[in-house]
Nanobody, 115 residues
Framework: QVQLVESGGGLVQPGGSLRLSCAAS????????MGWYRQAPGNQRELVAS???????HYADSVKGRFTISRGNAENILYLQMNNLKSDDTAVYYC?????????WGQGTQVTVSS
């Protein structure tokens, strides 16, 4: 069993930056991928960014060039660096780990972009 805990969310002005962190409760091996999703009120949960064990990354078109996903394997930590934040980025952000069919989600962290 894996517990995921997100941190780093908060209130930020447009154009500002935040770095989200996701810490796993134990070491994780051979993940299919790890990623960040977000869900705004009334919307479906959507993929923001993902990274494979090999290091390949994928980004939603809406965040390309602004967000960067990275991982620290030894620490079991996943990061999402968010720059040039926009109001449309406001959502609850969730960390997800896919262990080849066993999927774990964090509780989410609120990101609010507002002036």
């Amino acid at each position: 069993q894996v517990q995921l805990v997100e941190s780093g969310g908060g209130l930020v002005q447009p154009g500002g930056s935040l770095r989200l962190s996701c810490a796993a409760s134990r070491r994780i091996f051979s993940t299919k991928d790890m990623g960040w999703y977000r869900q705004a009120p009334g919307n479906q949960r959507e993929l923001v960014a993902s990274i494979t064990t090999a290091g390949s990354t994928h980004y939603a078109d809406s965040v390309k060039g602004r967000f960067t996903i990275s991982r620290g394997n030894a620490e079991n930590i996943l990061y999402l660096q968010m720059n040039n934040l926009k109001s449309d980025d406001t959502a609850v952000y969730y960390c997800k780990v896919d262990l080849w069919g066993l999927v774990y989600w964090g509780q989410g962290t609120q990101v609010t972009v507002s002036s």
